[in-house]
């Protein structure tokens, strides 16, 4: 079973069909549910936010994987642009715990049947550009480098039982809120490419594919970004 999270993003939408191909899924979305019906695809609503709705699904949840060898997707995420000095505490904890925190606790949900089953795969979806720190992205940053220090460790804690933990770093795909920005936006974005293009959507899938499938693929950062 492949296990989402922020199914409302763009970019897990369109992956979807692709992956539901290969497997079961479990799809966690927050605002909008993806609108992809396969009769193998399940879909649960979860505001990443709301630590006490996340304890009241657990039960549910971990009664749906009980029988399932896992891999967990992470691609829930907030960003909020905004330079350092001007960030509030509010701006701050939402953001690390819709990027960080909720990832966490659901990867202790489902630890203890990756380690019966001696089977896992964790894949943190981030950035190139959240890797690299750019102006005004302290809180997205801040957020997945803790998600990163977190896949680094827990995939020297658990790689015995056969359980890896990757990241994929993106970087421009013509999706969600690449298509909003104006025209020479788009254009300096893609100076920074070789290629002077976007990613598609099948190279994404690619490397999911590939990690699933890899049991010595651990404590990994991929970069799917042409080179920027």
Not at 69 to 90: E, G, R, T, V
Not at 138 to 163: C, D, Q, R, V
Not at 195 to 217: C, L, M, P
Request: proline fraction near 2%.
């Amino acid at each position: 079973m492949i296990v989402i999270l922020g199914g409302s993003s763009s970019l897990a939408s369109k992956l979807l069909p692709a992956l539901a191909k290969k497997d079961r899924i479990l799809c966690f979305y927050n605002k909008n549910k993806p609108n992809v019906k396969k009769k193998n695809i399940e879909y649960i609503k979860l505001n990443f936010e709301n630590f006490k709705l996340l304890e009241l699904v657990k039960k549910n949840f971990l009664k749906k994987i009980k029988n399932q060898k896992i891999s967990l997707i992470n691609f829930a995420s907030i960003k909020i642009d905004k330079l350092s000095l001007f960030i509030n505490d509010q701006e701050l904890n939402k953001t690390l715990n819709i990027n960080f925190i909720s990832f966490f606790k659901i990867i202790k949900f489902i630890l203890p049947n990756m380690i019966e089953k001696r089977w896992g795969r964790v894949i943190s979806i981030s950035s190139t550009g959240g890797m690299r720190g750019d102006k005004g992205t302290f809180l997205y940053t801040t957020s997945k480098h803790a998600s990163l220090g977190m896949i680094k460790s827990m995939s020297k804690e658990y790689g015995k039982y056969n359980i890896t933990f990757n990241t994929i770093n993106l970087g421009n795909f013509n999706y969600g809120l690449f298509t909003k920005l104006s025209k020479n936006k788009k254009q300096k974005l893609l100076s920074s490419v070789p290629s002077n293009k976007t990613g598609d959507i099948e190279n994404i899938q690619n490397a999911i594919n590939f990690i699933i499938k890899s049991n010595y693929v651990n404590n990994s950062e991929i970069s799917i970004d042409g080179g920027m």
